[in-house]
């Protein structure tokens, strides 16, 4: 068995993260129009910067968790989109999240951005002002459901809906790791 410095704490562990931390991550769920979010941002800011480093698909896995449960009590069969999901530094982190939405169709690769400026830290005018510019390639006519990891001002996710309306693509709702619109 591996033995880990917990990425929170420091402290010797079994896994990244260490119990005690696992218990301060604690997901809660809350909703606000179409979003479903199950993390408080506060608690979990320091673990999403690790999204382009070493390390980080194990962070996801283990945030992920949520989205597992979701999907397992959800009574229909979904179609997942994850948002962006391209791998870089050999992973992609909204892919993750949708992975474990076991019982729901993933449709991978399929919503991509042809624009790769970085939205962290940026205005909302900003953002307004360089959209994502998403292209889409996966089925037409279907209802689905989105998954991103953080949504800061909804502009992503807004143009992302966008997009898909005109392929007929129905968006159920949102499910991200944390909104920080709270
Ligand atoms: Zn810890």
Redesign the pocket.
């Known amino acids: 068995m591996r033995i880990f410095n917990?990425?929170?704490?420091?402290?010797f562990?079994f896994s990244l993260?260490?119990k005690?931390?696992k218990k301060l991550i604690k997901p809660q769920i809350k909703y606000k129009d179409d979003v479903i979010s199950f993390y408080d941002y506060e608690n979990i800011e320091f673990l999403i910067k690790f999204k382009y480093k070493k390390f980080g698909n194990f962070i996801f896995k283990e945030l992920s968790y949520p989205f597992s449960v979701f999907s397992a009590n959800y009574p229909q069969k979904l179609n997942v989109i994850p948002i962006d999901d391209k791998t870089k530094k050999g992973f992609s982190h909204t892919a993750i999240l949708a992975n474990v939405m076991k019982k729901d169709k993933k449709l991978y690769s399929t919503l991509h951005s042809q624009n790769e400026i970085k939205y962290a830290g940026k205005t909302l005018e900003y953002r307004l002002n360089n959209p994502r510019d998403f292209k889409y390639t996966g089925p037409k006519n279907i209802d689905a459901v989105l998954v991103d990891d953080v949504v800061t001002t909804k502009t992503t996710l807004n143009e992302a809906k966008e997009v898909l309306k005109k392929h007929n693509v129905n968006v159920l709702f949102c499910l991200v790791l944390a909104d920080l619109r709270y």
């Open positions: 917990c990425v929170i704490c420091g402290e562990s993260i260490c005690k931390c």
